[in-house]
């Protein structure tokens, strides 16, 4: 069965540089141990194979004789000593080659995953996550054979060639020179020939990559298939792809076919010439049957080497692509970074967030101002909350906040301290947020409120638990909080999703809070059981409230009402209602019941 990354790997494109290799080999360097081992062991292997020959002829030449039988014994107990070695040898190469294979990919895995943690909300907008996910795993896995299997098989036989070749010219200076004159005939098939099938590879590749997309893109929405009644169409299309990824497969393996032929006649037949020619000079006497068959033991091991020499030349080419793939990853520099001389929050935290004249574009809409010249501010322990039409920039400011982005012009202050020049984690250490849609991860109930501080006490999460009325439903399932939640927190309503997201707040005990329409997901029961827990959240804390429900934030402190990313007016409710026209059409839509 084959492994869905290395089919996914062998997808990507090629490449004929093979410098981005080299940019890894700082990985391969932390382990020169290993690496100087199995150099030792290839070496040792390699001069077992190349003596195998040696003792073949001079058994040949001497040994056929009844009163050599002595020496015959010595040259075959020689030869199980060679072979032992060459199996001590290969198996030591292999464990050590394979070893580094695994260790690189491990690091590397580790130093991508590491370096898309720490990269700005910004590149992930232009990219992929797929793409990203793709490189994190069919790249790294691609480079797992080129440094364990792919490197194990070039290694040793480079070596081996080389070996041959200067044992060829020290057996028989003819031979080797006659025998020089096939390599051309070898090689130019797999050069002309072989970018036939490298582009017959790439159009199957793309065709199944095509049809693979096409069927993930289906699969992931399927309720929709299902409710539009599109499988049989979607059924149809995906069979069209397949047939033409066959097609495109089938016409690359063709070509193959006939490039291993034609090397294989080219190969063989130089040999068998080779054969014929030293058969003549043995007849002659120019040469002895030793001789000969010492030489044609090394032309076919040379032969053998440079066969797998040019297979192994692809998977290099792909890992070199893969590497580079890579290699941009890791070069990739965050957009929000810590200055290199962060200045230091004040202790201990106040809670004070301000915004002057802050004007924001996307990096993917630069031509619209999702903020333009926003200035407010919020004292330590005030409630503000942010109302406005969808588009308005009220989450462009959260974004803001917690500095996913810079703006263009304008300053934020976050306890005094423009959060430009201050350590981005730190800023972030002292604001908890309660997201619209909330994100829970694969695990349980108790793993995913331990998410907003992982190292809390037990009492500490239960405590955060029952504050954030998780407990009215936790208790209830199969295993308590131990009970997994599935992928995304599936098994789970909009409502326990919300409140574990509350829980983490709680948890993280910050002196800022944003909360973003914390009860949008909420039916009237569980708001009720939320808002005391929310109340003594934003007790003592500095909040600011995204809200789309008025009701939710009428006794907020301050509102500030924002339209087309501008701040049109702020007050309290009463006073907007009164001098805000926006504010009082909001409030008009969602406090008028209809007629009955």
Do not use: C
Request: hydrophobic share 50%; charged share 20%.
């Amino acid at each position: 069965m084959s492994n869905p990354y290395e089919d996914e790997a062998r997808r990507r494109p090629k490449s004929r540089n093979l410098k981005p290799l080299l940019k890894l080999t700082p990985f391969l360097g932390r382990y020169k141990l290993q690496m100087v081992l199995a150099l030792v062991a290839l070496l040792a292997a390699a001069i077992a194979t190349l003596t195998v020959p040696v003792a073949v002829r001079r058994v040949i030449d001497n040994g056929f004789i009844a009163d050599n039988v002595e020496l015959v014994n010595q040259y075959f107990a020689v030869m199980l000593a060679v072979v032992l070695v060459l199996a001590v040898g290969s198996a030591t190469r292999f464990y050590f080659v394979m070893w580094l294979g695994e260790r690189v990919v491990a690091d590397v895995r580790d130093a991508v995953f590491s370096h898309l943690l720490h990269l700005s909300p910004s590149f992930y907008e232009t990219q992929r996550t797929g793409e990203v996910l793709s490189r994190l795993t069919a790249d790294t896995t691609q480079i797992k054979s080129a440094f364990s299997s792919t490197a194990s098989i070039a290694l040793r036989n480079l070596v081996m060639l080389v070996g041959t070749v200067a044992m060829m010219v020290y057996t028989s200076p003819r031979l080797a020179g006659l025998s020089l004159l096939a390599i051309p005939l070898v090689v130019l098939p797999l050069v002309i020939y072989g970018r036939k099938v490298r582009s017959l590879s790439r159009e199957a590749q793309d065709e199944l990559a095509n049809s693979a997309a096409f069927a993930q893109e289906r699969l992931n929405a399927m309720t929709t298939v299902q409710s539009n009644v599109q499988e049989r169409a979607s059924q149809s299309v995906f069979a069209a792809a397949t047939e033409r990824a066959f097609g495109a497969a089938a016409r690359r393996t063709f070509a193959r076919a006939v490039l291993t032929a034609a090397i294989i006649s080219v190969a063989l037949g130089s040999i068998v010439l080779l054969l014929w020619y030293g058969a003549s000079e043995v007849l002659n006497g120019n040469l002895t049957s030793g001789t000969l068959s010492q030489f044609l033991i090394y032309a076919i091991l040379a032969a053998s080497s440079l066969g797998q020499l040019s297979e192994v030349w692809g998977e290099v080419q792909l890992a070199a692509g893969a590497a580079e793939r890579i290699s941009e990853l890791l070069d990739e520099r965050p957009g929000i970074a810590a200055p290199p001389s962060p200045v230091a929050l004040p202790q201990p935290p106040l809670g004070e967030v301000a915004l002057n004249g802050v004007t924001f574009r996307y990096p993917t809409r630069p031509d619209v101002a999702a903020l333009s010249s926003v200035s407010f501010a919020v004292t330590p322990g005030e409630t503000v909350a942010i109302v406005g039409p969808s588009g308005s920039g009220k989450t462009t400011i959260f974004s803001l906040i917690q500095r996913f982005f810079d703006p263009q012009q304008g300053r934020i202050l976050v306890d005094g301290v423009d959060i430009r020049v201050a350590d981005p984690v730190e800023v972030r250490r002292r604001i908890a947020v309660v997201p619209q849609e909330t994100v829970i991860f694969a695990g349980t109930v108790l793993d995913n409120i331990r998410f907003g501080k992982p190292e809390a006490s037990p009492e500490d999460l239960i405590a955060a638990a029952r504050a954030a009325r998780v407990d009215e439903f936790a208790e209830r399932l199969p295993k308590g909080y131990d009970t997994e939640v599935g992928e995304r927190g599936v098994t789970l309503s909009g409502g326990q999703r919300q409140r574990i997201a509350i829980a983490r707040a709680i948890l993280r005990n910050t002196p800022i809070l944003l909360l973003d329409e914390a009860t949008s997901a909420l039916d009237a029961e569980s708001e009720a059981f939320i808002q005391e827990a929310i109340d003594r959240l934003t007790a003592n804390r500095t909040t600011l409230v995204i809200a789309h429900r008025l009701a939710t934030v009428r006794n907020a402190d301050r509102i500030l009402v924002l339209e087309q990313g501008k701040l049109v007016a702020e007050g309290t409710h009463a006073d907007l209602i009164k001098s805000s026209p926006l504010y009082a059409r909001l409030a008009k839509l969602q406090f008028s019941a209809p007629s009955a």
